[in-house]
């Protein structure tokens, strides 16, 4: 194709271009003014709703008629629930020039409608009469398309822009030179950058399939988002079997609830990749996919990112199962420990007073005694006497079971058969004679 058949040949298709982008333009804007039409008639609605419950009609009509001013309604009527007219308010509009206009069918009204809502209920509905002013857009939209397709066909007539447009094209040249050299050296560097990342990768995932511990990270739903191997080793469970699933499938209860109260207490969701909240350790119990249970030393680190903030949680457990055992050893013997220094006060305690009531209770037991030497057999006192040390013997065999105590002596009470115990006896002194 030459130069003149090039240039013969641009009009028509410019021509056809413009019309298509005219008639896109037309449909795109009607539908925009529309939307935004009736996106302000909804946002009348929302304004006197609480007028209208609050039975402020004056203040309601006034707005009304500003709205109805400022949005060029011919007439705005606002209708109750039940269907009756509560007001009709009525403009200047249309002009005169409108009104020719739609009479020849240049333009049109268009009804509006839009219910009033309080507290989720139907109070009514707003009902415009609406004359849109797009035609005066179009008229320019138009001008203006006309007014390029003459520089068009002026362009198309100019032999001088030849030389314009091969040098346009030279200096496009030229930058898509430039432009592919700076390309080259980007996908280079992206290529060491690919490179420098899978090497990083390799040599965490090494790290993670091989350390005793586990590794694993929780998103902000507490899905497992990714688990290290060494999960299976640890807790019977495999890294598939768990990504995706909630937290409290491995987690015991108390402990889902001990991490969550965590996150409530340091506000995670609030925080920025500006001011992370530091690494956290926790001791967890991690339910084993045999049933049993084991405690780990959780260390938690926090992920953020410049565009969501908080996106999750990274989770390094080791297993304290054997160290919690041990310290619960520790504290068991502790209280053994303590207990025995309390039985050992409380001995040297009951000693002392042991020794004291003896030497009370030593005149209690033997001067009855003396005085039932000294009186009748059928003395009327003799049975108080006998009473008074009865009891006296009662109460040091009370003390001396306090200096057995004292002396940590081992004792043991048994039922026994008493004959039995007399039949030994006797059989024994026989044996002896």
């Known amino acids: 194709m030459n130069i003149a058949e090039h240039h013969t040949k641009l009009p028509i298709w410019a021509m056809g271009l413009l019309t298509i982008l005219f008639c896109v333009f037309t449909l795109s804007y ?11 008639l ?17 203040g309601a009509i006034e707005y009304l008629k500003l709205a109805a001013d400022s949005n060029h309604y011919e007439k705005l009527a606002v209708i109750s629930h039940n269907g009756e007219l509560f007001q009709e308010i009525s403009t200047s509009f249309p002009t005169p020039l409108e009104s020719i206009l739609i009479r020849i069918h240049l333009t049109s009204r268009v ?56 040098h346009m094209v030279n200096e496009r040249t030229n930058e898509l030179t430039r432009s592919n050299s700076i390309l080259k050296k980007q996908i280079e560097e992206r290529i060491h950058a690919e490179e420098a990342l899978r090497k990083s990768e390799e040599k965490y995932r090494f790290l993670a399939e091989n350390i005793e511990d586990v590794i694993w990270t929780l998103n902000t739903d507490f899905q497992y988002s990714y ?32 991490f969550r109260q965590f996150l409530k207490e ?53 297993n304290i199962t054997e160290r919690r055992i041990a310290q619960r050893e520790r504290e068991e013997l502790q209280e053994k420990l303590e207990r025995s220094k309390k039985m050992e006060s409380l001995g040297l305690l009951a000693g002392g007073v042991a020794h004291d009531l003896n030497n009370v209770l030593s005149g ?31 109460a040091a065999e009370i003390v001396n079971d306090l200096l057995t105590l004292t002396r940590r002596g081992v004792f043991s009470t048994q039922v026994l058969n008493l004959n039995t115990l007399v039949k030994e006896y006797i059989s024994s002194q026989n044996t002896g004679r």
């Not at 009348?44 to 007028?51: P, T």
């Not at 992370?276 to 119990?285: C, N």
Request: aromatic share 12%.
């Open 364 to 394: 209690i037991v033997s001067y009855p005694d003396l005085i039932l030497l000294d009186i009748n057999q059928d003395s009327p006192l003799r049975e108080r006497i006998e009473t008074i040390r009865d009891s006296g013997i009662k």
């Open 266 to 318: 340091i506000n995670v969701f609030e925080k920025n990749d500006f001011n992370p909240p530091q690494p956290a350790i926790l001791e967890l119990e991690i339910k084993h996919k045999n049933g049993s249970t084991i405690w780990c030393e959780v260390t938690i680190s926090f992920l953020f990112d410049d565009i969501s903030g908080f996106t999750g949680t990274m989770w390094v457990a080791r």
């Open 111 to 166: 009804i509006l409608v839009s219910q009033i809502v309080y507290n989720n209920n139907i109070i009514g509905w707003i009902e415009a009469v609406w004359i849109p002013e797009t035609l005066y857009t179009h008229l320019f939209v138009f001008i203006f398309f006309q007014m390029i397709l003459l520089a068009v066909l002026l362009y198309s007539r100019i032999v001088g822009e030849k030389v314009k447009l091969e």
């Open 227 to 258: 688990v290290s191997p060494v999960a299976e080793k640890m807790y019977g469970w495999k890294p598939k079997e768990l990504v995706g699933s909630e937290m409290d499938k491995i987690l015991v209860p108390t402990s889902c609830t001990v």
């Open 30 to 40: 009607e539908k925009y003014v529309s939307e935004q039409a009736q996106e302000k």
């Open 42 to 58: 909804d946002q009348h609605a929302r304004i006197i709703a609480d007028d209208l419950w609050n039975f402020n009609f004056n």
